[in-house]
T-cell receptor, first 110, second 114 residues
């Protein structure tokens, strides 16, 4: 079945770039998403990319998609302490449901 | 900015009791979803709802679960007879359409079954 995998933790220094990686198995993925979850809060949509694109930039966020390798990444430039959160990768194929990864806990230290 | 709201934020119930989790989707959205996240596990899809009927459901969404849009604004998830393993964070989401629009999530309801 479909699966989405992410590394569990990432620790970066404030001001550095963060790169969070995700791999997925569903070759019929149409959209891929990045959600952010802060402690005690819901899932906040950060950005998404359509499967026929290979890059999308939105202010400090850059999404790269390698469809051949089924690899998605989220780069956060100039990472701030407020970026500390759990980041979820999710994909959607031709159905209604989103398939989520385990989430990557990003810790930003001064 | 419009957002999805959910009530209550935390629900504690005894095993075997019925619970109803409530959601108010974004007002011009037509597609509604429930997901859950058991502590330490992935967010899992439960069900999607459109035009007053279920459009897709997962294996988790068995006869103990039901969804309803009782009026023009609320979307509810009912668990008929709760089990310990139903303890999880339940997220509601909504979208304008199924194909191109993203799903916007509420803050979640933490359900604890004792």
């Amino acid at each position: 079945g479909e699966d989405v995998e992410q590394s569990l933790f990432l620790s970066v220094r404030e001001g550095d770039s963060s790169v969070i990686n995700c791999t997925y198995t569903d070759s019929s993925s149409t959209y891929l998403y990045w959600y952010k979850q802060e402690p005690g809060a819901g899932l906040q949509l950060l950005t998404y990319i359509f499967s026929n694109m290979d890059m999308k930039q939105d202010q400090r966020l850059t999404v790269l998609l390698n469809k051949k390798d089924k690899h998605l990444s989220l780069r956060i430039a100039d990472t701030q302490t407020g970026d500390s959160a759990i980041y979820f990768c999710a994909e959607r194929g031709n159905t209604d449901k989103l398939i989520f990864g385990t989430g990557t806990r990003l810790q930003v230290f001064p | 900015e419009p957002e999805v709201t959910q009530t209550p934020s935390h629900q504690v119930t005894q095993m075997g009791q019925e619970v109803i989790l409530r959601c108010v989707p974004i007002s011009n959205h037509l597609y509604f979803y429930w997901y859950r996240q058991i502590l330490g596990q992935k967010v899992e899809f439960l069900v999607s709802f459109y035009n007053n009927e279920i459009s897709e459901k997962s294996e988790i969404f068995d006869d103990q679960f039901s969804v309803e849009r009782p009026d023009g604004s609320n979307f509810t998830l009912k668990i008929r007879s709760t089990k310990l393993e139903d303890s999880a964070m339940y997220f509601c989401a909504s979208s304008r359409d199924r194909v191109t629009d993203t799903q916007y999530f509420g803050p979640g309801t933490r359900l604890t079954v004792l």
